[in-house]
C-alpha cells in the first residue's frame, strides 16, 4: 500500500530555473493539494484540485502552477524558482466524500533550496 | 474567514507530566476541529477531529481534546508524556459546510519532552 508519495525527496536549484515537484496517491482520492511549510508560518495551501482538470488557488498561489491530467498526479511546477520559494512542500490528499469533515492524508515532504 | 491561533510555539514538559497544546479558533460557520502530528521528517498525520457529535474527542496515542464553543477553543492534551511524543503539533479549522475541504492551518507547536 504505497498510499501518497512525493518525489523528490530533496531538491537544490538555482534562481531563474524551472522545477517541478510530484506528487502521486494510490487511493483515486478526489481531493489533492499542495502546501508549503515554513518556520513561523506553519503550513500554507499553495492550490488544490477536487478532481482531474478542476484546480483552484489556495493562500500563496503565486509563482506556482499546478495540473492534475490524472487523478493520481498532481504535479507542483515552479516556472521560475526564487529564493523565497525555499520550503518544504508537502502533498495531501482527500476522499472527498465528506465535506469538511474529509481527512487529509499527507506525503513525507520535498525539502527545495533555491540558491 | 477561519483562521486557528496556537497558544506557545514551543511547550516542553518532562516525561510523565501533562500535556497541554492550546488552539483557539475563529469561524463564522460551526467549524470542523483538527490536530494533527508532524514527527521530525515525516508529514503530517491526524491525531484527531472534532465532528460535532462529542465535544470530548479521542484519538491515537492517548491524546484527546476538547471543543469549548463559549471559549472557541480545542485544546490538546494528554495525561502522561512520553519520550515519542516529541513532535511538532498543528491545529487545523475546516468550514462546516459542504462543499468546503481546505484546511487553515495554525503556526504550529513543537513538544519537547525531557527525560
Known amino acids: 500500500d504505497a498510499g501518497i508519495t512525493q518525489s523528490p525527496r530533496y531538491k537544490i536549484t538555482e534562481t531563474g530555473r524551472q522545477v517541478t515537484l510530484m506528487c502521486h496517491q494510490t487511493?483515486?482520492?478526489?481531493?489533492m493539494f499542495w502546501y508549503r511549510q515554513d518556520l513561523g508560518h506553519g503550513l500554507r495551501l499553495i492550490y488544490y484540485?477536487?478532481?482531474?482538470?478542476?484546480?483552484d488557488k489556495g493562500e500563496v498561489p503565486d509563482g506556482y502552477v499546478v495540473s492534475r491530467s490524472k487523478t493520481e498526479n498532481f504535479p507542483l511546477t515552479l516556472e521560475s524558482a526564487t529564493r523565497s520559494q525555499t520550503s518544504v512542500y508537502f502533498c495531501?490528499?482527500?476522499?472527498?466524500?465528506?465535506?469538511?469533515?474529509?481527512?487529509?492524508?499527507f506525503g513525507p515532504g520535498t525539502r527545495l533550496t533555491v540558491l | 474567514a477561519q483562521s486557528v491561533t496556537q497558544l506557545g510555539s514551543h511547550v516542553s514538559v518532562s516525561e510523565g507530566a501533562l500535556v497541554l497544546l492550546r488552539c483557539n479558533y475563529s469561524?463564522?460557520?460551526?467549524?470542523?476541529l483538527f490536530w494533527y502530528v508532524q514527527y521530525p521528517n515525516q508529514g503530517l498525520q491526524l491525531l484527531l477531529k472534532?465532528?460535532?457529535?462529542?465535544?470530548l474527542v479521542k484519538g491515537i496515542n492517548g491524546f484527546e481534546a476538547e471543543f469549548k464553543k463559549s471559549e472557541t477553543s480545542f485544546h490538546l492534551t494528554k495525561p502522561s508524556a512520553h519520550m515519542s511524543d516529541a513532535a511538532e503539533y498543528f491545529c487545523?479549522?475546516?468550514?462546516?459546510?459542504?462543499?468546503?475541504?481546505?484546511?487553515?492551518f495554525g503556526k504550529g507547536t513543537l513538544l519537547t519532552v525531557n527525560p
Open positions: 487545523a479549522v475546516s468550514d462546516s459546510g459542504g462543499s468546503n475541504y481546505k484546511l487553515t
Open positions: 495531501a490528499s482527500s476522499a472527498g466524500l465528506a465535506g469538511g469533515l474529509d481527512t487529509q492524508y
Open positions: 484540485s477536487a478532481a482531474a482538470d478542476i484546480t
Open positions: 487511493w483515486s482520492h478526489s481531493y
Open positions: 469561524s463564522s460557520v460551526p467549524p470542523y
Open positions: 472534532y465532528t460535532s457529535a462529542a465535544t
